[in-house]
């Protein structure tokens, strides 16, 4: 660029002496001296022309690469701009959707994009979290389908960010599993925009984004969630839950730091697998900061309740957004599709519902969930083939069966048991 800079001034020197030259000989009015004056003013003038226009665009080019560069711990891999032409309307905001997609899952992200992106016009970028041994499979999975048109980028988590943070625990899925907490690093994860959706992958979108993207926050509030008492879910089907959708069933009432909050026990919980977040106001109040510091403690000290809800990524979350966050309407987070409670909902309430979420621990890719038939309208097959379907299929067979013996087929075990849930 400085090259190119000289070149132009030099030529633009050389061609306003000739140009000036000429002029002043036919006129013949000015003398030698002022002749040279104005040469040398116009000269200058175009000089720090030509460089202003180089330095803005050197300055644009910084920016961008400044935008696209990787954090250490989340490395941008890749990000594919071919989105159809109506969604790239440049008077269309931007919307950032981010779902975390582990390997033995992957099919339930694939679903979830699918569900969002025949949904809307809207002009959206999904960010997808993945781990360093995923990001290949996802990729070719995406570029073989009806997906390839859709914008996204690629983000490898590093499981390092989660060091002193995490207790290894068997008896706690989520404890190993590292994208569970890619929630709490959205600002990294989209660090140029201004506001974000997150979503699990166990999800199913029947409404346009944009209506959840639109959803007001309060001032100073810098995440949405869909609350467990008055959510339609809990409404319809949920009944003798005791203490599960209060802050009790995930915070150790018993300890003196969580004692020392002053937070009610009966304070109804949130679910945190899909939420609104104002990242400008997350950034503001250090949210990720407090998020890890909980985590901290809870290695620490054992902070969060083993005996009822059992999650380790919704207790900080609990905590750290205590009567400090609105509320998405109810409709954008139907829930318990993933246990027995979602076998209550009529066909009528399924197909109203703007999301379904198949949280708890059947998921529709494995042993049979609820409305599974829904969510596989939306699932695209591996072309690879590592990740099939399970499902379970009573066999009859022609001769008599002996009594209390049945023979029961597993199709496609390829794609591994269900796990507990992304986020609750």
């Known amino acids: ?43 200058v003038a175009l000089f720090l022309l030509v ?7 050197l300055n644009s080019l910084l920016r961008n690469q400044v935008s696209d560069s990787g954090i250490v711990g989340l490395q941008p891999i890749d990000f ?6 109506q969604a790239v309307d440049g008077r269309q905001e931007e919307i950032p959707v981010v779902i975390a997609a582990s390997e033995d899952r992957l099919g339930g992200a694939i679903a979830a ?14 960010y997808i979290v993945t781990l360093n041994g995923t990001a290949d499979h996802l990729r070719s999975w995406l570029s073989s389908s009806t997906l390839k ?107 003196e730091r969580i004692r020392k909050l002053s937070m009610k026990a009966s304070t109804c919980s949130f679910n945190p697998g899909v939420f609104v ?22 290695v620490e000290e054992g902070l969060y309740s083993r ?39 009529s066909p009528q309430f399924v197909r109203a519902a703007k999301l379904l979420h198949w949280n708890g621990h059947f998921k529709p890719w494995g042993r049979t969930a609820s409305y599974t038939d829904i969510w596989e309208k939306w699932y695209i097959p591996d072309p690879t083939g590592k990740f099939s379907l399970i499902r379970r299929h009573m066999e009859i067979s022609n001769i008599k069966l002996k009594p209390h013996f049945m023979s029961v087929t597993m199709l496609s075990l390829k794609c591994g048991e269900d796990v507990q849930d992304v986020g609750g």
């Open 51 to 57: 460089l202003h226009h180089n330095f803005l665009g």
């Open 1 to 43: 660029m400085t090259i190119r800079m000289y070149l132009l001034t030099l030529g633009a020197w050389f061609c306003f002496v000739g140009l000036t030259n000429i002029y002043i000989r036919q006129k013949r009015k000015m003398s030698f001296r002022k002749v040279n004056i104005i040469i040398l003013v116009l000269a």
């Open 80 to 85: 594919i701009p071919n989105a159809p032409q």
């Open 307 to 345: 005996t009822l809800a059992g999650s380790i990524t919704t207790p900080p979350l609990l905590i750290v957004f205590y009567q400090q966050h609105s509320t998405i309407d109810p409709m954008w987070n139907v829930r318990h599709l993933g246990s027995s409670a979602g076998k209550r909902y």
């Open 113 to 126: 994009i699918n569900s969002i992106q025949h949904n809307t016009r809207s002009n959206v970028i999904f």
């Open 149 to 255: 048109s859709i914008r996204y980028k690629i983000v490898n988590f590093d499981s390092k960010l989660l060091e002193g943070k995490v207790k290894q625990d068997p008896d706690q899925g989520e404890s190993i599993k590292p994208l569970t907490f890619a929630r709490f690093y959205l600002p990294i994860l989209v660090p140029s925009a201004k506001k974000a959706i997150y979503m699990d992958d166990d999800v199913i979108v029947q409404g346009d984004i944009l209506a959840l993207y639109n959803t007001p926050l309060k001032p100073g509030h810098a995440a949405a969630f869909s609350e467990d008492c008055d959510s339609a879910s809990t409404k319809v089907v949920i009944r003798g839950a005791g203490n599960q959708y209060n802050y009790i069933g995930y915070l150790d009432y018993k300890k």
């Open 277 to 298: 977040a104002n990242l400008t106001e997350w950034k503001r109040q250090n949210i990720t900061n407090q998020l890890e510091k909980w985590m901290k403690l809870n």
